[in-house]
């Protein structure tokens, strides 16, 4: 199994909700990463969990806030998000944050719409 | 720090032509080259990457890549697409300190038919 699954597929929500992005992976690897990605633009990093720790922040803002309760899942807890939050949230993950060499796995992405 | 530069955004092919999609990296130290493939509204699959050994790697699909040290490139290639091969396509490097690939800005390959 190499599949990362991630839900909701696409998430309308205003600027003073609280929704959840979740992700979820069982080929056993130890590192997971968000990225958001805008239309026709690279993936930007967000967070890195190694070993189910926190260990890249890249300076993302408060609104947005990762939560990794078990080696297999991994979540983005949004409140009060701004319209240009709308973006393809990506989940990824690799068998260690090691040396470089680990390929990636991402999943299909969760379309966000901000109104 | 290391970079990746994808000179093309977009490249526009007739379906059973050859394509190249060029890459570069700068890094000053040993790196690992990745091309990944992200088809409409999906994620990023891994179409192939070099770690180490032979320059030229391919992957299951037709597609192949030559690690070119002295030019610093990674090009992608070829030999005859098909109109299922549109997609955006981004090289990534990664090693040398830096656990986290870094992405080119994307080169989105349009066939036609």
């Known amino acids: 199994d190499t599949e990362v699954t991630q839900t909701p597929k696409h998430l309308v929500m205003g600027m003073t909700n609280k929704k959840s992005l979740k992700c979820e992976q069982h080929?056993?690897?130890?590192?997971m990463y968000w990225y958001k990605q805008k239309a026709k633009k690279p993936p930007e990093l967000m967070f890195v969990?190694?070993?189910?720790?926190?260990?890249i922040n890249e300076s993302v803002p408060s609104r947005f806030s990762p939560e990794c309760p078990n080696s297999s899942l991994l979540n983005l807890h949004l409140h009060a998000l701004q319209p240009e939050d709308s973006a393809l949230y990506l989940c990824a993950s690799s068998r260690t944050q090691g040396a470089g060499q680990d390929t990636q796995y991402f999943g299909p992405g969760t379309r966000l719409t901000v109104l | 720090a290391q970079s990746v530069t994808q000179l093309d955004s977009q490249v526009p092919v007739f379906e059973e032509a050859p394509v190249e999609l060029r890459c570069n990296y700068s890094?000053?130290?040993?790196?690992?080259l990745f091309w990944y493939v992200q088809y409409p509204n999906q994620g990023l699959q891994l179409l192939l990457k070099?770690?180490?050994?032979?320059?030229l790697v391919e992957s299951i699909n037709g597609f192949e890549a030559e690690f070119n040290k002295s030019q610093t490139s990674f090009h992608l290639r070829k030999p005859s697409v098909h109109i299922s091969d549109t997609a955006e396509y981004f090289c990534a490097v990664s090693g040398g300190g830096s656990y986290i690939p870094t992405f080119g800005r994307g080169t989105s390959l349009i066939v036609h038919p």
């Open positions: 969990y190694s070993y189910e720790k926190l260990s």
């Open positions: 890094s000053s130290v040993s790196v690992y």
């Open positions: 070099y770690l180490s050994g032979s320059t």
């Open positions: 080929m056993g690897h130890r590192a």
